[in-house]
T-cell receptor
């Protein structure tokens, strides 16, 4: 299984809602990532988990809260988002966080904040 | 400061011809590079990578060339097919085992039938 899955595919939420994005991989990868991508821009790194521990937070606002319940799962909890947070949220995984590993991306969750 | 640059926002080629996508970088500490392809509303798909100990890596129709002295890499697609039409991102792996990828801005490739 060489796939990263993400749910939901689309999400529309109001600024007062709480929602969660989910990501799963069964490749035995020990590094997982959250990215945000706006139209016509490259993916922008948000968080890195290495061996289920948060290793990088790219100064992301606290209204985004990541969680890694186990080595296969990664969640992104959303609360009190702003319309400018509307974007494609991508999850990725790699064998580990070493410098010579490919990252494999999921299909993304298209988030719209009203 | 953009450490990885793709100076051509778009490229149009005829089906069957060669597509050449270019990427420049500024940090001489970068030693592992990747190319990703992205269709609209999908996640990026890994295409091919190259380590700085090599100057060429080939996988089917895709070849990546690395010129370390010029801090330049290129992706060649031969022959180009209409299904190759997508946005192509060049990325450099940040040194220090952080897992960070530094992406270029992307080049939109259109392959015309």
């Amino acid at each position: 299984d060489t796939e990263v899955t993400q749910t939901p595919k689309h999400l529309v939420m109001g600024m007062t809602n709480k929602k969660s994005l989910k990501c799963e991989q069964h490749m035995g990868h020990r590094a997982m990532y959250w990215y945000k991508q706006k139209a016509k821009k490259p993916p922008e790194l948000m968080f890195v988990y290495s061996y289920e521990k948060l290793s990088i937070n790219e100064s992301v606002p606290s209204r985004f809260s990541p969680e890694c319940p186990n080595s296969s799962l990664l969640n992104l909890h959303l609360h009190a988002l702003q319309p400018e947070d509307s974007a494609l949220y991508l999850c990725a995984s790699s064998q580990d966080a070493g410098s010579y590993n490919e990252q494999f991306f999921g299909p993304g969750t298209r988030l719209t904040v009203l | 400061d953009q450490q990885v640059k793709q100076n051509s926002p778009s490229l149009s080629v005829q089906e069957g011809r060669i597509s050449i996508l270019n990427c420049d970088y500024t940090n001489s500490m970068f030693d592992y590079f990747l190319w990703y392809k992205k269709y609209p509303a999908e996640g990026p798909t890994f295409l091919i990578s190259i380590s700085s100990i090599k100057d060429k890596n080939e996988d089917g129709r895709f070849t990546v060339f690395l010129n370390k002295s010029a801090k330049h890499l290129s992706l060649h697609i031969v022959p180009s097919q209409p299904g190759d039409s997508a946005v192509y991102f060049c990325a450099a792996s940040s040194p220090g085992n952080t897992g960070k990828l530094i992406f270029g801005q992307g080049t939109t490739l259109q392959v015309k039938p």
